[in-house]
C-alpha cells in the first residue's frame, strides 16, 4: 500500500535546512504537467535554474571502480528525482540539501562547451574517453531548454574526440544527426539506464524520467543507427526490481543492446535518511525487509564504502544477484560486445591543426 501523503510527482520527500545561492529563476516545468496529466497532484514548488560558472569541465576520475577516467556534467541536481542517487550528496558541497533541493535547484554550467573546447586544444591533452553525465544526468529536463549537451557534443565532432554518454532520458535521440556523426568514426557509446520494465515500479523510483517504454525505444533506434548501448540495470534494489534481471535483460538484448552491466544499491551519506524515509511513505508494508537485504549486502549497514565491494554487495543476496546477472549475460549476450572508442581520430586532427601555425 502507498501512503496518500506522499509529495507526488518528487523522489525525495524531504529536506534538510542549508542556505540557498539568491539569483533564482523560475522556468515552466513540463514533468509536474506530465504528472498532473496522469491524475495526481504533483509538488507545485516549481525547478530553479541557478546558473554557475565553474573554471573547468572535465574532472578526473580518481575512484578505481567507476569504470572512468575523465567525466563532465553540464549540469548540477537533477530533476529526475531517482530516490537512490549517488549524486545527491555532491549537491551538499553547493550549499543545498541532497533532498529536495537535488531535485528543485538545479545548477546550469552554460560555459561548458567553452570549456571543453579549450581543453580539447591544449597541446598536452591526450585523447582518452570523456564520459557525459558521471554524476548527474546530462539529458535531464534542462537540457531541452539549454542545449548544453548538444554544444558539447558538436565541439566533440569538431575535434574527432571519444566520449561516452550516460543517461535515462529519450531526449538523447534529438541528437541523433550528432550521435550517427560520431559513430561513423567510432567516436560515441552509450549507457542506457533502464532500471523496471514496470510502470508502477519506474514511476515511484525515478518520478521525472522518461517511461521504461521509451527507454526500450530509444535503445532500439539508437542500436538500429549504428550506436553501440550498453544498457545499466543500475542500481538493483533487492525486493524493488531484483525480480527483474531475466526479463529485463532478454527485452534489452532484443531491442539491441551489445552488453548490460549492474550494480547493487548502497545508500551512502544524506542518501541513507531520504531513502529510508521515502520507502517508508511510498512502500510501507515492506520498508523493512527491504532496508534489512540493502544491510545484508553491506555488511549489515545501508552502505559500503570500500573500494570494489561498494558498488558489487557481499552475502547471499549480492550473490544471487550476480549469479543472475552472469546467466543473463551467457543466455543474451554470448556473441555480443561492446567496441572500444577510437582515440587516434583526435591526435591526427589535432596534428594537423598545430602544423597550421
Same mark, same amino acid.
Given at each position: 500500500m502507498f501512503n496518500d501523503k506522499i509529495i507526488k510527482g518528487r523522489g525525495a520527500q524531504l529536506n534538510k535546512h542549508n542556505r540557498f545561492l539568491e539569483q533564482e529563476h523560475e522556468t515552466r516545468d513540463d514533468f509536474l504537467e506530465y504528472c498532473e496529466k496522469e491524475g495526481e497532484q504533483a509538488d507545485k514548488d516549481k525547478t530553479l535554474y541557478l546558473e554557475v560558472f565553474p573554471k573547468t569541465i572535465v574532472n578526473k576520475v580518481t575512484s578505481p571502480d567507476v569504470g572512468m577516467a575523465f567525466s563532465m556534467n553540464p549540469y548540477q541536481g537533477c530533476e529526475h528525482g531517482c530516490i537512490y542517487c549517488y549524486a545527491r550528496n555532491s549537491h551538499e558541497f553547493w550549499g543545498y540539501s541532497a533532498g529536495l533541493d537535488f531535485e528543485r535547484r538545479i545548477l546550469v554550467k552554460k560555459e561548458a562547451p567553452r570549456l571543453l573546447e579549450t581543453l580539447l586544444k591544449k597541446k598536452n591533452w591526450k585523447a582518452h574517453p570523456i564520459v557525459? =553525465?558521471? @554524476? &548527474?544526468d546530462c539529458y535531464q529536463p534542462a537540457e531541452r531548454r539549454f542545449e548544453i549537451t548538444r554544444q558539447c557534443l558538436e565541439v566533440f565532432l569538431k575535434y574527432r574526440h571519444p566520449v =561516452? #554518454? #550516460? &543517461?535515462? @532520458? *529519450?531526449l538523447i535521440l534529438r541528437d541523433l544527426d550528432l550521435l550517427k556523426a560520431l559513430a561513423k568514426d567510432n567516436l560515441v557509446s552509450v549507457n542506457m539506464s533502464i532500471t523496471s520494465l =514496470?510502470?508502477? &515500479?519506474?514511476? #515511484?523510483l525515478e518520478p521525472r524520467t522518461a517511461t521504461s517504454k521509451k527507454r526500450l525505444e530509444t535503445v532500439r533506434t539508437l542500436s538500429e543507427n549504428g550506436i553501440p548501448v550498453n544498457v545499466m540495470i543500475a542500481p538493483i534494489i533487492p525486493s524493488i526490481n531484483s525480480h527483474e534481471i531475466l526479463p529485463l535483460a532478454k527485452m534489452v538484448s532484443e531491442q539491441g543492446a551489445l552488453s548490460i552491466a549492474h550494480t547493487i544499491v548502497r545508500l551512502n551519506g544524506a542518501i541513507g535518511e531520504i531513502f529510508s524515509d521515502w520507502i517508508k511513505k511510498t512502500m510501507p508494508d515492506r520498508a523493512e525487509k527491504v532496508l534489512h537485504q540493502i544491510e545484508s549486502c553491506h555488511g549489515g549497514s545501508l552502505n559500503d564504502s570500500r573500494y570494489g565491494k561498494r558498488m558489487r554487495g557481499e552475502g547471499k543476496i *549480492?550473490?544471487? #544477484?550476480h549469479n543472475l546477472m552472469k546467466l543473463a549475460k551467457l543466455k543474451y549476450f554470448k556473441d555480443k560486445k561492446m567496441p572500444g572508442l577510437d582515440t587516434s581520430l583526435y591526435e591526427t586532427h589535432k596534428d594537423g591543426q598545430l602544423k597550421l601555425f
Open positions: 557525459m =553525465s558521471g @554524476n &548527474t =561516452s #554518454i #550516460i &543517461t535515462k @532520458n *529519450a =514496470s510502470e508502477e &515500479t519506474r514511476r #515511484i *549480492a550473490e544471487q #544477484i
